[in-house]
């Protein structure tokens, strides 16, 4: 991962298109060779995940650019209101980010949208489902919905201390797709981008733009049986949007 993150050149000249291609790596190994893991008894495995980076070259507006995501290799990021790290950790609308930023140049973290902790058969399906299944186990409570104050500094003690990025055994990339991110207004430019990255499409949000996203990228796979393979169905927008790529 340390050899990818090295490529996130910061000067000037280097092109968005080998950026993107840079952040989609990066997704790709974390969905695939690493594991998040809080301690030996509970370990995370990302299905669904976004890229949030920015930089002058890179000037991606829907980043919070919260100090934690400068130069924290490998430790959490947990979601607040605000830019510094003694802003309050928020409770219900927030979400868990690893850190990959090995610099204090540029701001840059994962989002972690679905996960299966271990190997229980039901993944989590939405960040803010996982972040209170992680908040939870970091504070020692059976459950967390409203953060207090011991809470919150237990995080932040466990935030700023532990390193929970680690190799794991390889997991399947066959259905690998980079799509675009979720819940971001369309207006905005780097919404447009295929930032965000899935092995499972069972815990897709947007499943027919995932595949035909994935269609786009695998000309050799572009045909309505593939799609209805993806799918489960047969999907009319596909096969119109199909038709407009011949």
């Not at 209101?81 to 928020?90: F, R």
């Not at 369309?186 to 897709?204: A, C, G, P, V």
């Not at 572009?222 to 790529?245: C, D, P």
Request: with cysteine; proline share 2%; glycine share 4%.
């Amino acid at each position: 991962m340390k050899k990818i993150i090295g490529q996130l050149a910061t000067d000037e000249s280097i092109k968005e298109d080998h950026l993107i291609r840079i952040l989609q790596n990066a997704n790709k190994l974390l969905l695939t060779e690493y594991c998040i893991q809080i301690d030996p008894a509970f370990r995370i495995y990302p299905l669904e995940v976004e890229s949030y980076y920015y930089h002058d070259n890179f000037p991606d507006q829907t980043v919070h650019r919260n100090e934690l995501q400068k130069n924290r290799f490998g430790k959490f990021y947990f979601h607040r209101k605000g830019y510094e790290a003694s802003n309050l950790i928020l409770s219900n609308r927030g979400g868990v980010d690893i850190c990959l930023s090995n610099s204090d140049d540029f701001f840059y973290s994962i989002l972690i949208r679905s996960a299966r902790i271990n190997d229980e058969e039901h993944a989590i399906d939405g960040p803010q489902k996982l972040a209170q299944r992680i908040y939870a186990r970091i504070c020692n409570v059976e459950s967390v919905h409203e953060l207090s104050e011991d809470n919150q500094a237990d995080l932040k003690n466990f935030e700023m201390n532990v390193d929970v990025l680690v190799r794991s055994e390889l997991r399947d990339t066959d259905n690998m797709i980079h799509s675009t991110r979720i819940g971001i207004k369309e207006e905005i430019k780097y919404s447009q981008y295929n930032l965000r990255s899935i092995i499972d499409l069972k815990y897709s949000g947007q499943k027919e733009k995932d595949v035909l996203a994935y269609l786009r990228h695998h000309p050799e796979k572009r045909t309505l049986e593939v799609a209805r393979e993806l799918l489960g169905y047969n999907s009319k927008w596909i096969a119109e949007e199909l038709e407009k790529m011949k």
